[in-house]
């Protein structure tokens, strides 16, 4: 069993960073893949960013390539989602979720874990 709780979300300007965090249960969180996706009022849920097991494994929707990075440092089992540039339609909750997994997972389907989300608002 894995309880996944995020962090980092808040208000933040056009153009701001913010860096989300998703902290793990486990000790063994290394071996689970790790997707961030985002949900705005009257929209779907959407894919964001995921990583392998193999931190090098990377994934990204257009809409935030090159704008965010995720990231994950296994001895504090915490995968990290660091956003800059931030634009209005980037408001949205905000979840990771895990699987097991080897590489970078985009469709929310796949994930067995999932966290209550972090909100995050970008003003003009």
């Known amino acids: 069993q894995v309880q996944l709780v995020e962090s980092g979300g808040g208000l933040m300007q056009g153009g701001g960073s913010l860096r989300l965090s998703c902290a793990a249960s486990?000790?063994?969180?290394?071996?689970?893949?790790v997707g961030w996706f985002r949900q705005a009022p009257g929209k779907d849920r959407e894919f964001v960013a995921a990583?392998?097991?193999?931190?090098?494994?990377?994934f990204y929707a257009d809409s935030v390539k090159g704008r965010f990075t995720i990231s994950r440092d296994n001895a504090k089992n915490t995968v990290y989602l660091q956003m800059t540039s931030l634009k209005p339609e980037d408001t949205a909750v905000y979840y990771c979720?895990?699987?097991?997994?080897?590489?970078?997972?985009?469709?929310?389907?796949?994930?067995?874990?999932w966290g209550q989300g972090t909100q995050v608002t970008v003003s003009s």
């Open positions: 486990v000790r063994t969180f290394s071996v689970y893949g």
């Open positions: 990583i392998g097991r193999n931190p090098g494994s990377t």
């Open positions: 979720a895990a699987r097991t997994s080897i590489g970078p997972v985009a469709i929310s389907a796949e994930y067995e874990y």
